[in-house]
């Protein structure tokens, strides 16, 4: 069983290293800088435990893959990415390969069930940066992070032999059958990322966070969408590398690289939409999903919005 991890970064490049240290053939692919980075000194990886470059393959494009049946594809991607990779990947892989989604929203599976048959979804919780070609930070120790895995879209099948392995790992890994309503759940939690790229730091951003927190709840009623209850917690290990603090969170992240784009739309976009479904209103995940936009077009300063701004306009325009 081989493993090609589609895009190298915070998450997928954590994966491929802690794979690659437990002697698995792992692939990364990677573009641009980050990727020509890996290919001449290795994969730069920082975490509690020390600095080292790891010798990991790296490919430019899944097109350079070579898969068989069985293989795992690991897509680490951003949501808005996940259509153009998916068509590419069926043109060069056979139908038995077994995608495994290691992204944020809930709509990735869906997509990947479009063209293969074996999907299996993951929620992902994994103090992370990469800000520098070829370089990733982990910033927890002895666990770097959690993955929850199921069958999408529901159960267990065929998810034992990749957990078994992903557990081997200094990753923790859980089976769950109804791994798509964990997924829900970490969707409420990233509905706050592109706080981190709107707002200025100064401000209360509690009451906003409450607002697109209610809004999820109420579309996720509306659409018969199942949560886990509050007793229910995904494990967040703890930062113990002050040395190296962590940015913040992938949304960040990807504008602080200079990203053309952010997972926003897949994100508070994704309520936006069950909201238009479902007849319910959704007026404060509207609003970010078009600042954010703003923000990458460079039409609206990052980090500038005072977050009790942000709360009268999404309070006061019900257009939006």
């Given amino acids: 069983m081989k493993w090609a991890i589609v895009g ?9 290293a802690e794979l690659h240290r437990i002697g698995e053939d792992v692939t990364l692919v990677a573009r641009g800088e980050h990727g020509a980075a890996i290919r001449r000194h290795g994969l730069t990886f920082v975490d ?7 010798p990991i393959p790296v490919a430019g494009s899944v097109a350079e893959l070579e898969l068989h049946d069985g293989d795992v594809v690991v897509l680490a991607v951003k949501a808005q990415h996940t259509a153009g990779l998916l068509e590419q990947l069926a043109v060069v892989a056979p139908p038995g390969i077994r995608i495994v989604c290691a992204q944020n ?9 479009r063209f293969f048959g074996e999907v299996i979804g993951a929620s992902v919780t994994l103090l992370a940066t990469h800000l520098e070609p070829g370089v990733l930070m982990a910033h927890s120790d002895p666990v770097l992070g959690t993955l929850q895995l199921g069958r999408y879209p529901a159960g267990t099948d065929g998810v034992a032999e990749v957990a078994d392995v992903l557990g081997r790992t200094r990753i923790r890994v859980d089976v769950l059958p109804d791994v798509m309503a964990f997924k829900n759940a970490k969707l409420r939690v990233n ?10 730091e100064a401000g209360d951003r509690a009451p906003l966070v409450e607002r697109l927190l209610a809004e999820a709840s109420a579309v996720f009623e509306a659409a018969g969408m199942p949560v886990p209850g509050p ?35 897949y994100l508070n976009g994704e309520i936006v939409l069950l909201g238009r479904l479902h007849g319910i209103p959704t007026p404060a995940n509207e609003l ?15 980090e500038s919005v005072p977050p009790e701004e942000l709360l009268a306009r999404s309070s006061a325009d019900r257009s939006l």
């Fill in 105 to 113: 929203g809930i709509d990735n599976e869906r997509q990947s069930a």
């Fill in 8 to 16: 190298a970064g915070a998450i997928g490049g954590v994966v491929g």
């Fill in 191 to 200: 509905l706050a990322n592109a706080l981190e790229v709107i707002c200025t």
């Fill in 48 to 54: 509690p435990v020390g600095r080292r470059a790891l």
């Fill in 231 to 265: 007793g229910v917690a995904t494990p967040v290990p703890e930062p113990v590398d002050a040395a190296t603090p962590r940015t913040g969170g992938s949304t960040r992240q990807s504008v602080q690289r200079g990203a053309g784009s952010v997972e926003t739309d």
């Fill in 288 to 302: 970010l999903q078009q600042l954010a936009r703003e923000v990458i077009a460079g039409r609206l300063a990052a």
